[in-house]
């Protein structure tokens, strides 16, 4: 089992940048593939990008696809998203997921544990 802690949200204005963190504790975190989801008031959660267990292989929304970038750190058991060029779509809720399967996944089903999530507001 492994537990997630989000962090670095925060309002910003469009054009502006943020980094979120998500820290693991609890079983290896190389162990797990890993995600960043997001939720919009009123909409379902969507997947921003997720990252397999060595971080060489991602994979992006393509309403991110060229602002956001997924990365991780083993070593301190840390998962990243940078966020550029923000835009008021981007307000939600950020989630960070990690996942026992083998590679990257974007089927939310397939992610075991779940952060708290961190809120992020760009506005215009």
């Known amino acids: 089992q492994v537990q997630l802690v989000e962090s670095g949200g925060g309002l910003v204005q469009a054009g502006g940048s943020l980094r979120l963190s998500c820290t693991a504790s609890?079983?290896?975190?190389?162990?797990?593939?890993m995600g960043w989801f997001r939720q919009a008031p009123g909409k379902e959660r969507e997947l921003v990008g997720a990252?397999?267990?060595?971080?060489?292989?991602?994979y992006y929304a393509d309403s991110v696809k060229g602002r956001f970038t997924i990365s991780r750190d083993n070593a301190k058991n840390t998962l990243y998203l940078q966020m550029n060029n923000l835009k008021p779509e981007d307000t939600a809720v950020y989630y960070c997921?990690?996942?026992?399967?083998?590679?990257?996944?974007?089927?939310?089903?397939?992610?075991?544990?779940w952060g708290q999530g961190t809120q992020v507001t760009v506005s215009s």
């Open positions: 997921a990690a996942s026992t399967k083998i590679g990257v996944t974007t089927q939310y089903a397939e992610y075991n544990y």
């Open positions: 990252i397999n267990w060595s971080g060489i292989i991602t």
């Open positions: 609890g079983r290896t975190f190389s162990s797990y593939a």
